[in-house]
């Protein structure tokens, strides 16, 4: 069942659709998009903070991105967690909640300045939220992946694509 993981509506409904297949004990969020892709922007677009006219770069591509990526993966928690709250554990376990965040949480590049901000914030939210729902013995984590060849990165200008030397992998 398809839903705009945006919409807390359409989210609920494919939720309760899973829930009545049987009871949630698994969610793995992985909904994203990257430095300006999806974002109303134009496919691989970077995020400018200074645009070449010299005026500010414009926030809504910023807003949009932060609204799928972050705000999403807050939305897969919350609507998660409380459905499988409603459920009895099995072996003192009710379910687990994976997040996707990115190498760029930790190595973010040029024009990725609202896709890092995003996927540093799902680092920063995990361990706290996994304190926050132990109590209902829910676990959460988050996976950061390197570069893969998926159509997000197919979207992305043949630059921004090109691997680069990460700061461990840099020349002393
Ligand atoms: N490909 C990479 O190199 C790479 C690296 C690190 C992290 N990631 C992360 O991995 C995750 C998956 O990316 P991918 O490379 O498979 O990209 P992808 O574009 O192939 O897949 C993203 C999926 O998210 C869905 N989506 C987009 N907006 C949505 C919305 N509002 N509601 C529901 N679904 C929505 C799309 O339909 C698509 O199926 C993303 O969170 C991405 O940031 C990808």
Avoid: W
């Amino acid at each position: 069942m398809a839903a705009d993981i945006t919409d807390e509506q359409q989210f609920a409904a494919a939720l309760d659709t899973a829930d009545e297949i049987g009871p949630l004990r698994a969610l793995v969020h992985c909904a994203g998009a990257g430095a300006g892709a999806g974002a109303g922007t134009g496919a691989g677009a970077r995020i400018r903070l200074v645009e070449k006219d010299g005026q500010p770069g414009a926030v809504e591509p910023f807003e949009k991105v932060i609204a799928l990526n972050l705000i999403g993966s807050s939305n897969a928690l919350r609507l998660g967690a409380a459905r499988m709250a409603k459920h009895d554990a099995v072996d003192d376990e009710r379910g687990a909640i994976v997040l996707t965040a990115s190498v760029a949480a930790f190595e973010g590049q040029i024009g990725q300045i609202a896709y890092t901000a995003s996927k540093s914030a799902i680092v920063g939210m995990t361990l706290c939220s996994a304190r926050d729902l132990a109590s209902k013995a829910i676990r959460v984590c988050t996976i950061a992946p390197g570069i893969m060849d998926t159509p997000l990165l197919g979207r992305l200008r043949e630059d921004v694509r090109k691997p680069r030397p990460t700061r461990s992998a840099a020349p002393p």
